[in-house]
């Protein structure tokens, strides 16, 4: 019913830049919060930034001053413009967004993309 495509990854030097995309797609009523998860081999999977329906935002300590997560609400979308970048960033990085379906619009669900690899390497 909902499908969540991310899309921008890739291999980069250190201090370089990326940015993410994800797309949300189906027959979405509403979409509340959405944010960028990642994990690391050996790692737990790690909140990076999330976004709600008004634009506040939260990051992740380790990311702060160098990541900035934005959504296009027209598109579904949701970005995290990633710079100055550092090895210990690399990882998989997913989406997830709480979204109403309009099949049921008094309930909310979280869905998940299926993660685009970030490598930060020289």
């Known amino acids: 019913q909902v499908q969540l495509v991310e899309s921008g990854g890739g291999l980069v030097q250190p201090g370089g830049s990326l940015r993410l995309s994800c797309a949300a797609s189906?027959?979405?009523?509403?979409?509340?919060?959405m944010g960028w998860y990642r994990q690391a081999p050996g790692k737990q999977r790690e909140l990076v930034a999330a976004i709600t329906s008004s634009s506040s935002t939260n990051y992740a300590d380790s990311v702060k001053g160098r990541f900035t997560i934005s959504r296009d609400h027209a598109k579904n979308t949701v970005y995290l413009q990633m710079n100055s970048l550092k090895p210990e960033d690399t990882a998989v990085y997913y989406c997830?967004?709480?979204?109403?379906?309009?099949?049921?619009?008094?309930?909310?669900?979280?869905?998940w993309g299926q993660g685009t690899q970030v490598t930060v390497s020289s």
């Open positions: 189906g027959s979405i009523f509403g979409i509340n919060v």
């Open positions: 997830k967004g709480d979204i109403t379906l309009t099949v049921d619009v008094t309930q909310t669900y979280s869905y």
